[in-house]
């Protein structure tokens, strides 16, 4: 069945001024500050020093990886950490191993005094581990020799930092998602990668396209050129930096006509997966059929298929379940609603409840009107320590 472009991709926006000026200060709220970061640098270091001192863990070294490092996080970011056994991405792990050692960190933890453990998770594809630092204020997720997690946070950084908006715009989808309770892998919905996708996704679909297809990036499939040693790591790092650095985009487009433009994009998201899945690394949208395989790496459902473009053909999204999905249709159909509907449009403490969790609708009440703060852009270079 042929796709409808001019169905799925249509640029029409309802342009607001009420909507530009507010989306500044949305991201105002959300946009971490110096403080932010030193407080993630803070608990990076305790817990590094934690591991250090835990007897069957020393000589260990921990990672970050995630929102932080790439710097997609928001204020009431979690922070992402990966214990490292092995520098070697080849050296297999059993799944045993990994909780044992993640049990030994829960038990120091508890005798710092300084942690509350929320969870721990067994049995799931990656062993995990999670606690909040008192002192902090930090939700952690701790997993061991997640080596390709952190090789992918490290793309999309690069990725990121190609066009200013991106940031911006994750950002805004981000908590825009957490508000509808749509971003998180472990309820069944969006993970964090499956938005950037999404993103991603929608840049390069625009007209003209803002971001060009991966494969223009990288012909090939990360995970597996490492795997099997076909490339380094450096190799392929290099390789994008090359070509991210000849592309250029003659589009124009202001945050807020991207920002309508996402919603009136997805609000089709159901029908637009029904057949076909969603590829970044191809810039399009991609027949089902094409590639059995597809489905093969998603169990879970068939019909929602974010194509993950380091590891193909894995599903980033295939932890959603089908009526997840029902649920993620309903939060881009009623949005987009609400971003054209003219009695949100001319109130923005409606406009804000329908885009920002309550949280961070209180402080916005709590600033009594719009501040207009300016937002500092995005730093361009990941700092030493994480490479």
């Given at each position: 069945?042929?796709?409808?472009?001019?169905?799925?991709?249509?640029?029409?926006?309802?342009?607001?001024?009420?909507?530009?000026?507010?989306?500044?200060?949305?991201?105002?709220l959300?946009?971490p500050?110096?403080?932010?970061?030193?407080?993630?640098?803070?608990?990076?270091?305790?817990?590094?020093?934690?591991?250090?001192?835990?007897?069957?863990?020393?000589?260990l070294?921990v990672?970050?990886?995630?929102?932080?490092?790439?710097?997609?996080?928001?204020?009431?970011?979690?922070?992402?950490?990966?214990?490292?056994?092995?520098?070697?991405?080849?050296?297999?792990?059993?799944?045993?191993?990994?909780?044992?050692?993640?049990?030994?960190?829960?038990?120091?933890?508890?005798?710092?005094?300084?942690?509350?453990?929320?969870?721990?998770?067994?049995?799931?594809?990656v062993?995990?581990?999670?606690?909040?630092?008192?002192t902090?204020?930090?939700?952690?997720?701790?997993?061991?020799n997640?080596?390709?997690?952190?090789?992918?946070?490290?793309?999309?950084?690069?990725?990121?930092?190609m066009?200013?908006?991106?940031?911006?715009?994750?950002?805004?989808?981000?908590?825009?998602?957490?508000?509808?309770?749509?971003?998180?892998?472990?309820?069944?919905?969006?993970?964090?990668?499956?938005?950037?996708?999404?993103?991603?996704?929608?840049?390069?679909?625009?007209?003209?396209?803002i971001?060009?297809?991966?494969?223009?990036?990288?012909?090939?499939?990360?995970?597996?050129?490492?795997?099997?040693?076909?490339?380094?790591?450096?190799?392929?790092?290099?390789t994008?930096?090359?070509?991210?650095?000849?592309?250029?985009?003659?589009?124009?487009?202001?945050?807020?006509e991207?920002?309508?433009?996402?919603?009136?994009?997805?609000?089709?998201?159901?029908?637009?997966?029904?057949?076909?899945?969603?590829?970044?690394?191809?810039g399009k949208?991609?027949?089902?059929?094409?590639?059995?395989?597809?489905?093969?790496?998603?169990?879970?459902?068939?019909?929602?298929?974010?194509?993950?473009p380091?590891?193909?053909?894995?599903?980033?999204?295939?932890?959603?379940?089908?009526?997840?999905?029902v649920?993620?249709?309903?939060?881009?159909?009623e949005?987009?609603?609400?971003?054209?509907?003219?009695?949100?449009?001319?109130?923005?403490?409606?406009?804000?409840?329908?885009?920002?969790?309550p949280?961070?609708?209180?402080?916005?009440?709590?600033?009594?009107?719009?501040?207009h703060?300016?937002?500092?852009?995005?730093?361009?270079?990941?700092?030493?320590?994480?490479?």
């Amino acid at each position: 069945m042929a796709i409808n472009a001019r169905r799925f991709f249509s640029t029409r926006t309802t342009h607001s001024k009420l909507l530009e000026s507010s989306l500044p200060e949305i991201l105002s709220l959300i946009v971490p500050q110096d403080e932010d970061r030193v407080k993630r640098l803070n608990v990076i270091t305790e817990f590094t020093s934690l591991v250090q001192s835990t007897k069957r863990l020393k000589g260990l070294s921990v990672k970050p990886f995630g929102s932080f490092v790439s710097n997609l996080y928001t204020k009431s970011g979690d922070l992402d950490l990966s214990i490292q056994l092995a520098h070697d991405p080849n050296v297999y792990i059993e799944k045993s191993t990994k909780l044992f050692l993640l049990l030994d960190v829960m038990h120091a933890l508890k005798k710092t005094g300084d942690s509350v453990l929320l969870n721990v998770l067994p049995l799931a594809r990656v062993p995990l581990l999670i606690y909040r630092s008192i002192t902090h204020n930090i939700k952690c997720d701790v997993t061991v020799n997640n080596h390709m997690a952190i090789i992918k946070t490290n793309l999309i950084h690069r990725i990121s930092v190609m066009d200013w908006r991106f940031r911006d715009l994750v950002l805004l989808i981000k908590e825009w998602a957490n508000a509808h309770d749509i971003n998180n892998a472990k309820e069944r919905t969006l993970n964090s990668l499956s938005i950037y996708l999404l993103v991603i996704f929608h840049f390069q679909t625009c007209k003209p396209a803002i971001l060009p297809p991966l494969r223009d990036i990288y012909e090939g499939d990360v995970v597996s050129d490492i795997l099997e040693e076909k490339f380094t790591l450096k190799h392929i790092e290099d390789t994008f930096a090359a070509n991210i650095a000849t592309f250029t985009t003659e589009n124009k487009s202001s945050l807020c006509e991207l920002y309508i433009s996402f919603f009136e994009k997805f609000s089709n998201i159901r029908s637009m997966t029904d057949q076909h899945v969603i590829s970044t690394y191809t810039g399009k949208l991609e027949n089902i059929v094409h590639k059995e395989t597809w489905l093969e790496t998603s169990p879970n459902n068939d019909n929602f298929i974010i194509e993950d473009p380091f590891k193909k053909p894995v599903n980033a999204a295939c932890a959603v379940s089908s009526t997840q999905i029902v649920k993620i249709s309903n939060a881009f159909i009623e949005t987009h609603k609400q971003l054209t509907s003219s009695a949100v449009q001319s109130n923005n403490e409606s406009l804000f409840v329908a885009l920002v969790r309550p949280n961070t609708f209180s402080l916005f009440i709590k600033r009594g009107k719009l501040l207009h703060k300016c937002v500092k852009r995005p730093v361009h270079d990941i700092p030493e320590v994480f490479c």
